[in-house]
């Protein structure tokens, strides 16, 4: 019974640990994904900040020329 047990023990050990470790893979895949669909959003935003910046900036030269021809009218 010793021998068994001996022998059983071990590579329900090995067994678990080695269950465990594919598990404990699979979140870390699935957590890179995540991760790569946060980055690729962050990306997409920063490239939209970007047209919005510049949109921003003619529409402030287009006010500031309304401003200057509101001023020589008035």
Request: proline share 1%.
């Amino acid at each position: 019974m010793g021998i068994v047990a001996a022998i059983f023990v071990p590579i329900c050990a090995a067994i678990a640990i080695i269950v465990w470790n594919y598990f404990r893979l699979q979140r870390h895949r699935a957590d890179a994904v995540a991760m790569a669909s946060y980055r690729k959003l962050a990306e997409e935003a920063v490239a939209s900040m970007t047209d919005l910046r510049s949109e921003m900036a003619k529409l402030a030269e287009h006010v500031s020329a309304v401003e200057q021809l509101m001023r020589d009218v008035g």
